[in-house]
């Protein structure tokens, strides 16, 4: 759909935006030579001690589920338009009576304080510098009335068990904190087989070994510029598990914190929407029966998500469903995460019918080689690529994308994906 004439955005400046790509020249020399966001995953991974660099890589089992969220994207082409006269393009997106800057946002991410200092606070200012949502995790290490605070825009993801009298307490807790979306996780009825992590020596709760102090060592920027100044504020706790703070990250007690979210159902979702008076968004859906089912039980939106392939190996990607999720909710706001990447990740994820996307692992790497301003880098540049991307297009605003502007590339023959030359 066109812009209305009596809502048309400004004229772009193409003298520094369309005509030129972005390489940089404008950021400080740390970050000159990244040009993509698969760039700050090579210097995150120089930076971080092995453990904790797997920890935040990592998937479950074969990997295949990470695997096929990138695979997905590749499947998809764009068929362009032309001659559209792009020259008034807009990124913003109206979401939950919020006019934000993009389509995209930072996905929950768990312990991130851990990967530059003071993590989460590093990316919830950096998403409310540019107008993009943060949703805080809640395996974070970092208050969530703190981050209210500096990022009053933010939203929240909790992990709940089917205890309603906890639900009940951290949902006042929430609310008094001035949150107005909550995000529901749903896909964690018992902790994925990250083997992953055992090879890299990493667990949770924390236990401290020879080697883990010797992955420190190793890794001497890391240790006094996150490591030591996290401990000089006290040993890092999980502060958003419930109403009352959680337990401290190398506590046995994190078993017990994490545990009993097999009860959860979809009884607890109806009586989180009887006390809860903000948006209310579902987390890990997959089934487009389970997204009718949120829709009914009053979900203000839905996240499609393979929790990043860190849960059920052989899950599906998230744009493999987003069609048929798209069609069983209506109108019900449809977000994504998982294998985004690049601008044009993006837009095929528009395309298909997203409302808004969600990326993880390349801001928590971005936090991790140059805090705020590595998020900041990443985010001008992901802004960029999508900018353009719509004008060679053909677009001006991302609502105009649609099904039209794909070609599906690879179709399954003969008990395998190949490529084709016409298929939709």
Same mark, same amino acid.
């Given at each position: 759909?066109?812009?209305?004439?009596?809502?048309?955005?400004?004229?772009?400046?193409?003298?520094?935006?369309?005509?030129?790509?972005?390489?940089?020249?404008?950021t400080?020399?740390?970050?000159?030579?990244?040009?993509?966001?698969?760039?700050?995953?090579?210097?995150?991974?120089?930076?971080?001690?092995?453990?904790?660099?797997?920890?935040?890589?990592?998937?479950?089992?074969?990997?295949?589920?990470?695997?096929?969220?990138?695979?997905?994207?590749?499947?998809?082409?764009?068929?362009?338009?032309?001659?559209?006269?792009?020259?008034?393009?807009?990124?913003?997106?109206?979401?939950?009576? /919020?006019?934000?800057?993009?389509?995209?946002?930072?996905?929950?991410?768990?312990?991130?304080?851990?990967?530059?200092?003071?993590?989460?606070?590093?990316?919830?200012?950096?998403?409310?510098?540019?107008?993009?949502?943060?949703?805080?995790?809640?395996?974070?290490?970092?208050?969530?009335?703190?981050i209210?605070?500096?990022?009053?825009?933010?939203?929240?993801?909790?992990?709940?068990?089917?205890?309603q009298?906890?639900?009940?307490?951290?949902?006042?807790?929430?609310?008094a904190?001035?949150?107005?979306?909550?995000?529901?996780?749903?896909?964690?009825?018992?902790?994925g087989?990250?083997?992953?992590?055992?090879?890299?020596?990493?667990?949770?709760?924390?236990?401290?070994?020879?080697?883990?102090?010797?992955?420190?060592?190793?890794?001497?920027?890391?240790?006094?510029?996150?490591?030591?100044?996290?401990?000089?504020?006290?040993?890092? /706790?999980?502060? *958003?598990?419930?109403?009352?703070?959680?337990?401290?990250?190398?506590?046995? *007690?994190?078993e017990?914190?994490?545990? *009993?979210?097999?009860h959860?159902?979809?009884?607890?979702?109806?009586?989180?929407?009887?006390?809860?008076?903000? /948006?209310?968004?579902?987390?890990?859906?997959? *089934?487009?029966?389970?997204?009718?089912?949120?829709?009914?039980?009053?979900?203000?939106?839905?996240?499609?998500?393979n929790?990043?392939?860190?849960?059920?190996?052989?899950?599906?990607?998230?744009?493999?469903?987003?069609?048929?999720?798209?069609?069983?909710?209506?109108?019900?706001?449809?977000?994504?995460?998982?294998?985004?990447?690049?601008?044009?990740?993006?837009?095929?994820?528009?395309?298909?019918?997203?409302?808004?996307?969600?990326?993880?692992?390349?801001?928590?790497?971005?936090?991790?080689?140059?805090?705020?301003?590595?998020?900041? /880098?990443?985010?001008?540049?992901?802004?960029a690529?999508?900018?353009?991307?719509?004008?060679?297009?053909?677009?001006?605003?991302?609502?105009?994308?649609?099904?039209?502007?794909?070609?599906?590339?690879?179709?399954?023959?003969?008990?395998?994906?190949?490529?084709?030359?016409?298929?939709?």
């Open positions: 759909m066109k812009a209305s004439a009596h809502h048309t955005p400004p004229l772009q400046n193409t003298s520094s935006s369309a005509w030129t790509a972005f390489n940089g020249a404008n400080k020399s740390k970050l000159a030579n990244i040009l993509s966001l698969e760039d700050f995953e090579t210097k995150a991974r120089a930076y971080l001690p092995k453990a904790l660099y797997g920890y935040i890589a990592g998937s479950v089992e074969t990997r295949q589920s990470w695997k096929d969220n990138f695979n997905a994207f590749e499947e998809w082409g764009f068929v362009p338009r032309v001659l559209q006269n792009v020259a008034r393009r807009s990124q913003s997106t109206t979401l939950f009576n /919020h006019e934000w800057s993009c389509p995209f946002g930072i996905a929950p991410m768990g312990i991130a304080a851990l990967s530059t200092y003071d993590g989460d606070q590093v990316m919830a200012r950096a998403a409310a510098q540019a107008n993009i949502p943060f949703i805080l995790s809640g395996s974070s290490l970092t208050r969530l009335e703190s209210m605070e500096v990022a009053p825009n933010s939203w929240f993801q909790a992990y709940l068990p089917g205890e009298q906890r639900i009940n307490g951290l949902i006042a807790r929430v609310k904190a001035g949150v107005k979306t909550l995000v529901i996780t749903v896909d964690i009825p018992v902790a087989n990250r083997e992953n992590n055992i090879r890299a020596g990493f667990s949770t709760p924390l236990r401290p070994s020879n080697r883990l102090i010797w992955d420190g060592l190793t890794h001497p920027r890391w240790l006094l510029g996150t490591f030591l100044r996290t401990l000089m504020d006290g040993v890092p /706790h999980f502060e *958003n598990s419930f109403a009352e703070r959680g337990a401290p990250i190398i506590s046995r *007690n994190v017990r914190d994490f545990s *009993n979210r097999e959860l159902d979809w009884g607890h979702i109806e009586k989180i929407r009887e006390q809860w008076p903000g /948006h209310l968004i579902i987390k890990g859906i997959l *089934n487009a029966q389970d997204a009718a089912l949120a829709k009914a039980k009053g979900a203000d939106g839905i996240i499609i998500s929790h990043g392939g860190r849960q059920l190996d052989g899950a599906v990607s998230p744009l493999r469903v987003l069609p048929d999720v798209v069609q069983a909710t209506g109108k019900l706001p449809v977000m994504l995460d998982g294998g985004i990447r690049r601008g044009s990740d993006v837009l095929k994820a528009l395309a298909l019918g997203a409302k808004f996307v969600f990326l993880g692992r390349p801001f928590n790497f971005a936090a991790a080689t140059a805090s705020q301003d590595g998020v900041n /880098h990443a985010i001008a540049l992901l802004k690529e999508i900018d353009r991307n719509m004008a060679m297009l053909g677009v001006n605003q991302p609502e105009e994308l649609g099904e039209a502007f794909l070609m599906r590339l690879y179709c399954e023959c003969r008990g395998r994906y190949q490529r084709i030359g016409y298929c939709r």
